[in-house]
């Protein structure tokens, strides 16, 4: 059973571009969670997400910072019109039951 | 309310010894307490998590102790070994709710041969 899958794992952005990170939770997992970590911080909650639906965004930024979980295909966190700021590794967790979370490799995102 | 407070902020450990890493919370309402554990360039990976309904959970090396009372639990590594050197997540959440996790700020463990 392959684990949690992300891409690209690394993402390389000037500033004002876009950023699409994409997350295929494991088979039989139907709750996807994305989380930030900026350098020397821990992990923050962004967004839960259930197949086409969004469950909590309370820690997304209101701004720029959107999410998707299709019927069919990957999770996508998607950030627009990209700072500097936005430079972190981003996990995507999933959960079958949504109780434990296991976490992806992560993207790690660089802006110029 | 929703903080996870979480110290040593670095521990350093002689390979064979018992590195403790605690963690306290403030919302009661939390029912599922993992740690994580996270190499360099690696995504978080689960160790060992615990439910209220028990004080204590052991796996392996790996132990969990729980105070409800006292709203602190913490994470023993006995006779660890320099391949433990991670940084370790506590976390807090409401089991079988979708709860988001709630992350304490990351202890970062050295063990030294």
């Known amino acids: 059973n392959a684990g949690v899958m992300q891409n690209p794992r690394h993402l390389v952005r000037r500033r004002g571009q876009e950023a699409r990170l994409r997350c295929s939770p494991m088979?039989?997992?139907?709750?996807v969670y994305w989380y930030r970590q900026l350098p020397e911080e821990g992990l923050k909650f962004m967004v839960y997400?259930?197949?086409?639906?969004?469950?909590?965004e309370s820690g997304m930024p209101k701004e720029r910072f959107s999410a998707e979980f299709p019927k069919e295909g990957p999770s996508i966190l998607r950030i627009q019109q990209v700072v500097r700021g936005d430079s972190a590794a981003y996990f995507c967790?999933?959960?079958?039951?949504?109780?434990?979370?296991?976490f992806g490799p992560g993207t790690r995102l660089t802006v110029l | 309310q929703q903080q996870v407070k979480q110290s040593p902020q670095s521990l350093i450990v002689q390979k064979g010894g018992i590195s403790i890493i605690n963690c306290a919370y403030e919302?009661?309402?939390?029912?599922?307490f993992p740690w994580y554990q996270q190499f360099p360039g690696k995504g978080p990976a689960l160790l060992i998590a615990i439910r209220p309904d028990v004080s204590e959970k052991k796996e392996g090396r790996f132990t969990i102790s729980f105070n409800k009372s006292a709203k602190q639990f913490s994470l023993h590594i006995m006779d660890s070994q320099p391949g433990d050197s991670a940084t370790y997540f506590c976390a807090a959440t409401l089991y079988n709710q979708g709860g988001k996790l709630i992350f304490g700020q990351g202890t970062e463990l050295s063990v030294k041969p």
């Open positions: 997400l259930q197949k086409e639906n969004i469950i909590d």
């Open positions: 967790a999933s959960s079958p039951l949504a109780n434990e979370q296991f």
């Open positions: 919302n009661t309402a939390f029912d599922y």
């Open positions: 088979k039989g997992h139907s709750h």
